[in-house]
């Protein structure tokens, strides 16, 4: 019995790896939606979309059933509870990659002025790694994973109030839509990398039954 808990619980994992998975080439083909304004790859992000979504319902049904048939305790029920959890973040990763593609290609002249490319460049690229070392952590999860990906947040933090306080300036010169569309693709940016750490936080509670310490706490699902 305990030996079918424990590859129930394995396949749990697999899931939330295949998860993050998704949610990590959501956000590339985002990154080529908006960086390289590839149409084409808005297509491609929309089926594994669905595949995340499907995924999540999966990995909640799976959890739920070893919760009613199993009653798991100490160790295994965090790992149960912490999986529900990553779940529906790892969604919300997914949903924010949407979300800057369709922003991305809702009015590609307007979407960030040229000046701005190299911040936005750096944020794409810096986010698109927190969230593949994230799925080297759910694979293995470490002590250090959780902090290490805490610190490239506060970089993406840093880059996100930078590209704020410059749309915020009296002397804004690209007019308003490319402001609304820098504060749109920013939040959504840095949205994600919230939601990288707050499931590397529940990954690290897993291992090791606290919760570590972070400006970013566990991130809401909504923006």
């Known amino acids: 019995m305990r030996e079918r808990f424990h590859g129930q619980l394995s396949v749990l994992g697999e899931l939330l790896s295949t998860m993050c998975g998704m949610a990590c080439e959501e956000l590339r083909l985002a990154n080529r ?10 297509t491609e992000l929309a089926t594994i979309e669905a595949k995340l979504n499907a995924a999540r319902t999966e990995c909640e049904e799976t959890a ?3 919760l009613a048939l199993q009653a798991p305790v100490a160790g295994d029920l965090r790992t149960v509870l912490a999986a529900v959890y ?3 973040r790892l969604e919300r990763m997914g949903d924010l990659a949407q979300h800057i593609a369709d922003q991305a290609a809702r009015a590609p002249e307007f979407a960030v002025p040229d000046a701005l490319a190299g911040r936005f460049g750096e944020m794409a690229g810096l986010v698109c790694s927190m969230a593949e070392d994230l799925g080297a952590a ?4 470490t002590a250090e994973a959780f902090h290490s990906l805490a610190r490239s947040d506060e970089r993406v933090d840093a880059l996100y ?17 490319p402001a609304i569309s820098v504060a749109l693709l920013a939040r959504f940016y840095e949205r994600f990398a919230d939601q ?3 499931v590397a936080r529940r990954v690290d509670f897993a ?3 606290e919760l570590p310490e972070s400006s970013v706490r566990d991130a809401p699902a909504e923006l």
């Open 161 to 177: 109030e930078e590209l704020m306080t410059l749309v915020t300036e009296p002397d804004w010169a690209h007019g308003v839509a």
């Open 33 to 42: 939606v908006f960086l390289d304004r590839d149409v084409e790859a808005a």
């Open 138 to 141: 759910i694979e293995g999860p």
């Open 86 to 88: 990553c779940a529906d």
């Open 207 to 209: 291992l090791t039954g």
């Open 196 to 198: 990288v750490v707050s």
């Open 64 to 66: 739920q059933k070893l």
